[in-house]
């Protein structure tokens, strides 16, 4: 008997420290998080924000065996700069000046809009849309700060129309995300680079996976792919994809492409190439220093992204994905201490809104180890592909071509789908999403990227006409680049191999289409366009 009241008692003992430690470890870190007054100037940009001290989260218990030189940490010195004048293209001397004077990029678009049917939102119903969202936000702001019992000083959020992520949703046509002279794209980089987050959560892809929501299409997070939703004061999204390698460091040749890291920089000069080539695509994307303790831990009300912050032996404040593989803290991001690169890439209008359709590309990759797909064992794959709706009757196969030569210039090899707006049918723009494995290899030229343009010998006279000014001296595609992102604050967002890259690429793509010419003929190669026909380069 003795001994089993011996037992007994040495079993409340450990529960009672079991319980303690969760208290300690869990429950009383949440409470400092709630009671820690938040400095949050309602309206102001706050450049400075993101470099105030911030005091770091109680450390998770796992968090003293993570690996610490196996965590992606965030090593940039990068503070507040001033903008360049003029948005960095000003000046006497300047290529990209020069190149967006050019007479290919004022040349009317066709076919010309006409009216709100050219447009992808009808902009009344839209703002309907989103002052009902805005509404629905506050509700669940004050329900929540309601059950946490917590006060607010801050009056509740009102939709602005002229904020410039509404005026980018409203602006976007059947020629593009945006037109060549709207400011409302230089605006939105400003107002993601500095405007406070006041939520972050993850994506939808990560949600599925955790049983959040009903997503059809997703792409499955590991431990080496990380994003998160960040919304601003101004009730505008985007996507944070955080820093995973330096600037100098090449993937390995031994890596296959499905298992690459996702790069920020990538998506950010991503956007910039997409600009320069004048297809305008993807999303505008910037670059920032994000506050990982202010901007993301204290703002977010998913418990889930909460318990995956952890302090560093290093005092790094770090997180990881959570996600039902693959997911460890030797797989984290850490700031340095709190500090993180990353892009921020705008959101596209909701799908309520604005439906998208979801595309297998025909040169999809078999993503196996060993496994090949029909178009890398077969040269004539593209008379196939030809003979399939919807590449058999409008621009779809164009366009895909275009979004070929635009990958094999950043040597992205993971476009296994692509996607578009219903609302302007089968010759709608291809939305060129998700570029972050991008930009991995400089010192290697992957040709079967060029599969659509090699095997179809196809090109738009547009894009023939850019990528052949890009080649010349005066508008050189590795000079505008690097001046283009010199915009960016994370400058530089490329080392110089990888711009050098770009020319060489740009070679190999004019000499494959000049083979074609050889082979088939001009008429045959060059596709009409008649926005460019009496154009020259």
Not at 67 to 77: D, I, K, L, V
Not at 150 to 173: C, G, K, M, Y
Request: hydrophobic residues 40%.
């Amino acid at each position: 008997m003795p001994g089993l009241r011996r037992d007994r008692l040495l079993t409340l003992l450990l529960l009672g420290a079991l319980l303690s430690a969760d208290l300690y470890f869990h429950l009383w870190p949440q409470v400092q998080r709630q009671l820690r007054p938040r400095e949050r100037p309602q309206g102001c940009p706050c450049a400075g924000r993101a470099s105030s001290p911030a005091p770091a989260p109680a450390p998770a218990p796992a968090a003293a065996s993570a690996a610490p030189g196996a965590a992606a940490h965030n090593f940039s010195r990068a503070g507040p700069r001033a903008e360049p004048a003029g948005g960095g293209r000003s000046g006497s001397g300047s290529k990209l000046q020069a190149l967006f004077a050019h007479p290919l990029y004022s040349v009317p678009e066709e076919p010309p809009l006409l009216g709100p049917e050219d447009s992808l939102l009808a902009s009344q119903e839209a703002l309907r849309y989103y002052r009902r969202k805005v509404a629905r936000w506050n509700r669940r702001q004050k329900m929540y700060r309601q059950q946490m019992n917590l006060t607010s000083l801050d009056p509740p959020l009102q939709l602005r129309v002229e904020a410039s992520w509404v005026q980018f949703h409203l602006e976007i046509n059947r020629h593009g995300l945006y037109s060549r002279s709207s400011p409302t794209v230089s605006k939105l980089l400003h107002d993601m680079k500095h405007f406070p987050t006041i939520s972050a959560d993850y994506s939808q892809d990560e949600k599925a996976l955790l049983g959040a929501c009903d997503c059809t299409q997703i792409v499955k997070p590991s431990g080496v792919h990380l994003k998160l939703v960040l919304r601003f004061s101004d009730f505008g999204k985007a996507m944070f994809k955080p820093m995973r390698q330096q600037r100098d460091e090449e993937t390995p040749e031994d890596f296959f492409y499905f298992i690459d890291f996702q790069r920020h920089n990538a998506e950010i000069a991503a956007f910039h190439l997409d600009r320069i080539l004048d297809f305008r695509r993807v999303p505008p994307t910037v670059g920032r220093l994000v506050n990982v303790t202010k901007e993301i831990l204290e703002v977010t009300k998913n418990e889930i992204l909460q318990s995956v912050f952890f302090v560093s032996p290093a005092s790094n404040v770090c997180f990881f994905a959570k996600c039902p593989y693959m997911c460890k803290t030797e797989y984290a991001v850490c700031g340095n201490p709190h500090l993180l690169e990353g892009s921020l890439s705008a959101f596209l209008p909701s799908l309520n809104l604005a439906p998208r359709l979801s595309v297998p590309n025909p040169w999809i990759r078999s993503y196996s180890l060993a496994g090949k797909e029909e178009w890398e064992v077969n040269p004539l794959y593209c008379d196939t592909v030809r003979q399939i709706y919807p590449y058999n009757s409008s621009n779809r196969l164009l366009n895909v071509i275009d979004m070929a030569i635009f990958d094999f210039l950043i040597g992205n090899m993971d476009r296994h789908h692509y996607e578009m707006f219903t609302k302007f049918g089968d010759d709608g723009f291809l939305i060129h999403l998700d570029n972050a494995r991008g930009f991995g290899r400089h010192s290697h030229d992957e040709i079967s990227i060029l599969s659509p343009l090699s095997q179809c010998c196809m090109i738009k006279r547009k894009t023939l006409l850019h990528l052949e000014l890009l080649a010349q001296a005066d508008y050189k595609l590795s000079d505008v680049m690097r001046e283009s992102l010199l915009e960016d604050r994370l400058t530089p967002v490329l080392t110089e191999p990888h711009l050098l890259a770009l020319d060489r690429r740009l070679q190999i793509i004019l000499r494959t289409v000049e083979r074609c010419i050889e082979v088939h003929g001009e008429q045959s190669v060059i596709a009409p366009d008649p926005g460019q026909a009496n154009l020259t380069n």
